[in-house]
């Protein structure tokens, strides 16, 4: 509760220090992980457009923590479904929150085609 | 190390050093650097291509070739469009392994393909652009990394075999190599990245773009607004609307939500819908090709298609589950299997007809370990089992194939005149079988272009500063798109749009 609160408190702050002119922060609870963070541990000002940082975080962002999208593709190559960090379809195009979606479910890319059983996180 | 995908609005510094960067370059003057932009723009092209399928690539790469600074917007959070999900296969006229296996082939020969493939519809100049320009492209493609399989394939509708397939048999196998040339010849690249509207000028030249950066497919409120320039021009290559269920059902109501469709969810138009509120011309749009080798067991293209394509049609036989007895010559090209496939309904449903082939058959599927795994490809160790698996009668079943395997040895198809080049004798166990659907694939139609691939309005002239590619366009094609055409089509158009729009006189924006 008192997390939650602080985390509210935050967000309020950080807001107000953008411009919204087009999009607002969607107000869907986050996933328990990224919850512990600052906002702008995603919504960096690089990733700002216009002054905006409430877009999607660009790929480098996540793999600043997350680490190269090819070490992934090599962290997650071999299991009993095909790579989610690899095809032959995208190689390193699909953007990180095309599946890792933080505001709402995780949601396979590859599914709007495959039937594939990945977990996600 | 992940190619640096720019996603972000470039601030004055760098437009400065990028500047800098390209007088050190010893860039060509006539081509300048992306301008600090006037009021009305937050930054100025070349060109800018909008989507990231084979046509788009192939626009933007070409562009950058002739010195041009490029940027390309791509809505969805990846790129290759449809592109990067098809069979990967290219219908090259007069390829370096046709020459070499002594098949006898040429742009004429496949233009009359073509042609009649179209029923007549086809616009024959623009044919022509095609055809003679598969060769140069398959060069093209190969010399930026692409890898074709070391065999030519025959495709339903060509009387020649000359498709050259991928190594990965998807058009991922072009999409990648031509997305990290483009990022290492400095094209700028940007995901998420919504065509919201053109910017004309007085004259209605289209001179950018209302763009939503930071994008989220398909939330029509999402990201910011912001206006790119274009001196030279704006190349639309943002594919067809086979998921656009009201817009299909449109052009031809039997395209309703019961039909589903091969293609990625963004294929749903708007760039062709931008074009046509332009002015631009419509041409044939209620020519919507289904494709006829899916299943109705899987979602979209699936894993079917391609064993389809490449075992079950070339090398076996489709049934009618309740004769037992095929009904339709499988290589005959997509809108006359489709028809016929659709004809079998019965009390209102689908009868899904069976198409089979046998261990012989299916040595090149590289889609049959994940289509058993995943119960879309069904194995049997029998032709009777197959007529069990499938409630067909069983004897009417066998007799079909043991006179199928008669057509084999005499080479001559009584039943229904297919070609029969690569087709085997259905007799070793075990069988792989699977249920067949068409689903809606291919917009022919599309807006009006010229042999220069720029968009014609409805009284036939140019828009001036408009080119566009690909599925967007109209009129190549006809009633019926050939297999492997699409890739050929995007691929030589793009190329034509590039060069066209880098080479149009620029405007001082």
Redesign the interface.
């Given at each position: 509760m008192m997390k939650k609160q602080m985390l509210a408190a935050m967000s309020a702050a950080v807001l107000g220090a953008f411009a919204l002119?087009?999009?607002a922060a969607p107000a869907v609870p986050m996933g328990a992980h990224h919850a512990k963070m600052k906002c702008e541990t995603c919504h960096t000002k690089?990733?700002?457009?216009?002054g905006?940082a409430f877009?999607?975080p660009?790929?480098?962002t996540c793999?600043g923590c997350h680490g190269?999208?090819?070490a992934l593709a090599k962290k997650t190559a071999g299991g009993s479904e095909?790579n989610p960090h690899y095809?032959?379809?995208?190689?390193?195009?699909?953007?990180c929150?095309?599946c890792h979606r933080q505001h709402e479910k995780p949601q396979s890319?590859c599914?709007?085609?495959?039937?594939f059983r990945h977990k996600m996180p | 190390?992940?190619?640096?995908?720019i996603?972000?609005?470039t601030s004055r510094r760098s437009l400065i050093k990028a500047g800098a960067a390209v007088i050190c370059a010893g860039a060509a003057a006539s081509h300048a650097a992306p301008a600090p932009a006037k009021a009305r723009f937050?930054k100025i092209y070349d060109v800018i291509v909008v989507g990231s399928g084979f046509a788009a690539l192939a626009a933007a790469l070409r562009a950058r070739e002739q010195g041009a600074h490029v940027l390309l917007i791509e809505k969805?959070?990846?790129?290759?469009g449809n592109s990067?999900?098809n069979g990967g296969a290219f219908a090259v006229a007069g390829s370096p392994l046709q020459e070499k296996s002594g098949i006898k082939d040429s742009p004429e020969l496949m233009l009359k393909d073509m042609i009649r493939s179209g029923r007549g519809l086809s616009h024959v100049d623009l044919l022509k652009m095609i055809v003679e320009g598969t060769r140069p492209a398959f060069d093209w493609v190969v010399s930026y990394g692409v890898k074709f399989k070391p065999f030519v394939q025959h495709f339903g509708g060509h009387s020649v075999p000359r498709i050259m397939q991928t190594v990965?048999?998807?058009?991922?196998?072009i999409?990648?190599p031509l997305?990290?040339a483009c990022l290492k010849k400095g094209v700028e690249m940007h995901?998420?990245a919504m065509m919201r509207d053109f910017i004309r000028s007085a004259d209605g030249r289209v001179i950018g773009l209302k763009v939503?950066?930071?994008y989220?497919f398909p939330k029509e409120?999402?990201?910011?607004?912001?206006t790119y320039g274009a001196r030279r021009g704006v190349v639309m290559a943002t594919g067809g609307f086979s998921r656009n269920i009201w817009f299909r059902s449109q052009q031809d109501p039997l395209l309703d939500s019961r039909l589903d469709s091969t293609n990625?969810?963004g294929a749903t138009g708007e760039g062709l819908l931008k074009m046509l509120a332009i002015g631009g011309a419509p041409v044939q749009l209620d020519q919507i090709q289904l494709g006829p080798w899916s299943s109705p067991e899987?979602?979209?293209?699936?894993?079917v298609s391609q064993f389809n394509t490449i075992a079950g049609f070339p090398m076996g036989i489709m049934v009618d589950p309740r004769t037992g007895r095929r009904f339709c010559n499988e290589l005959a090209d997509r809108k006359e299997r489709a028809d016929k496939i659709l004809t079998m309904i019965e009390n209102g449903k689908p009868v899904y007809p069976i198409c089979f082939t046998d261990t012989k058959g299916v040595a090149k599927a590289q889609t049959l370990k994940?289509g058993l795994k995943?119960g879309v490809i069904h194995k049997f160790d029998s032709l009777e089992a197959i007529a069990r698996g499938f409630h067909m009668p069983v004897e009417a079943f066998v007799a079909q194939v043991k006179e199928f395997n008669g057509y084999v040895r005499a080479k001559d198809d009584k039943q229904f005149h297919r070609p029969l080049q690569l087709a085997i004798v259905l007799d070793k166990p075990p069988f792989y079988a699977v249920k067949v659907w068409p689903k809606v694939h291919y917009c022919m139609g599309g807006v009006g272009i010229n042999p220069k691939a720029e968009v014609l309005d409805v009284m036939g002239r140019p828009i001036p500063g408009l080119f566009a590619a690909g599925e967007v366009t109209g009129g190549a094609h006809g009633a019926s798109r050939l297999g492997g055409c699409a890739i050929a089509d995007g691929l030589c158009f793009g190329r034509i749009a590039g060069l066209s729009a880098a080479s149009s006189t620029p405007v001082d924006l």
């Open positions: 002119n087009a999009w690089d990733n700002a457009v216009k905006n877009v999607p660009s790929d480098k793999e190269s999208y090819a095909p095809s032959a379809h995208y190689g390193e195009s699909l953007s929150s095309a890319y599914n709007n085609c495959h039937d | 190390m992940k190619k640096n995908i996603q972000k609005e937050d969805m959070p990846a790129f290759g990067a999900i990965e048999s998807t058009g991922g196998g999409t990648r997305a990290e995901r998420r939503r950066e930071g989220i409120d999402s990201g910011v607004d912001v990625q969810p899987e979602k979209g293209f699936g894993l994940n995943y």
